[in-house]
């Protein structure tokens, strides 16, 4: 089955405690990023991946760092996580824009609460 | 100021209305995406809409582009409850801008039985 996995599903963590949250995907897609959603503001992408080895930032990076080692892999680092990063964050995979229509596939979520 | 505005923010009606969404910017887009998400879900693409004036029927929803592909609007006939859920649109920005994607505000529908 098609899909993109993220783990965990919920944490609660405490300032300045490092985390990773993990995405994976199994349809090969180049394009992956993350996104957090908070009330009233919809989703903002905060990195994005083109391929292996290749990110850029979105809109909003601060905070956070991202890597892209593997193809399927595309995990989140919140080296020093602060109370106003407590969200709700979705990674997402597609196909690379301009040659497919660029349909974003999410993962099911991951609620995050820092203390 | 959002580079997409969605209007309105919430909006509550009755099972058998219709009702009628917007997606609206002052930039022009070469192709512009709805999505639809459920609570407790990811997002899921409803429609890509590529051409000015482009109209796309999905059921009971009905999209369509602006002429001069700044806007879009989704219009929902008969709702049921299951198009309960936030409703998002998204564009991908220019190469010049980066590959980024971004997304409107969302408009959450509430459709009651």
């Known amino acids: 089955e098609a899909q993109v996995t993220q783990n965990p599903r919920y944490l609660i963590t405490v300032t300045g405690k490092k985390l990773t949250v993990t995405c994976s995907q199994n349809?090969?897609?180049?394009?992956m990023s993350w996104y957090r959603q908070d009330p009233g503001l919809g989703l903002r992408q905060i990195y994005y991946?083109?391929?292996?080895?290749?990110?850029d930032k979105g809109d909003v990076p601060e905070g956070y760092k991202v890597s892209r080692k593997e193809k399927r892999n595309f995990p989140l680092i919140l080296e020093s996580p602060s109370p106003n990063q407590t969200s709700l964050y979705f990674c997402?995979?597609?196909?690379?824009?301009?040659?497919?229509?660029?349909?974003?596939?999410f993962g099911p979520g991951t609620r995050l609460t820092v203390t | 100021t959002q580079l997409l505005e969605q209007s309105p923010q919430f909006l509550s009606i009755q099972e058998g209305e219709n009702l009628t969404v917007y997606c609206n910017s002052s930039s022009v887009f070469s192709s512009l995406q709805w999505y639809r998400q459920e609570p407790g879900e990811g997002p899921v693409l409803l429609v890509t809409?590529?051409?000015?004036?482009e109209v796309k029927k999905l059921k009971r929803l009905t999209f369509q582009f602006g002429d001069a592909r700044k806007d879009s609007s989704l219009h929902i006939t008969a709702a049921q409850t299951g198009d309960t859920g936030l409703y998002l649109c998204a564009v991908h920005m220019i190469k010049a801008a980066g590959n980024k994607l971004t997304f409107g505000g969302g408009t959450r529908v509430l459709v009651k039985p």
């Open positions: 809409v590529v051409t000015g004036g």
């Open positions: 991946s083109m391929n292996v080895e290749v990110t």
């Open positions: 997402a995979s597609s196909g690379l824009p301009g040659l497919t229509n660029h349909e974003q596939y």
């Open positions: 349809m090969n897609h180049e394009y």
